[in-house]
Nanobody, 121 residues
Framework: QVQLVESGGGSVQTGGSLRLSCELSGRTFSLYSMGWFRQAPGEEREFVATISRTGDITYYADSVKGRFTISRDNAKNTVYLQMSSLRPEDTAVYSC??????????????WGQGTKVTVSS
């Protein structure tokens, strides 16, 4: 059974940092590009970042570029999202996904359940 499990969400103040983790089980992790998406209440799902299968290529949404860093450890079947200089507008449920390298949700076949991030001013 393929499964993605996120962890690391929580509540922080503006300017704070969090690191999200997402572990894949049931599939060969290194065969997938990985992505992070987020969805705020009442909003559509939004692309955040993606990383290639080997980790040598990354791409970010303009809204998080320079503040967030996506990385992966294929030996641990885990992708990370290091978030710094957090803003209230970063508040959302963050989900990881496994699939093809890209910014559209349809490019990803497997999704985690999400972890909530709340940034207070």
């Amino acid at each position: 059974q393929v499964q993605l499990v996120e962890s690391g969400g929580g509540s922080v103040q503006t300017g704070g940092s969090l690191r999200l983790s997402c572990e894949l089980s049931g599939r060969t992790f290194s065969l997938y590009s990985m992505g992070w998406f987020r969805q705020a209440p009442g909003e559509e799902r939004e692309f955040v970042a993606t990383i290639s299968r080997t980790g040598d290529i990354t791409y970010y949404a303009d809204s998080v570029k320079g503040r967030f860093t996506i990385s992966r450890d294929n030996a641990k079947n885990t992708v990370y999202l290091q978030m710094s200089s957090l803003r209230p507008e970063d508040t959302a449920v963050y989900s990881c996904a496994a699939g093809s390298f890209g910014t559209r949700p349809i490019q990803y076949a497997v999704w985690g359940q999400g972890t909530k991030v709340t940034v207070s001013s």
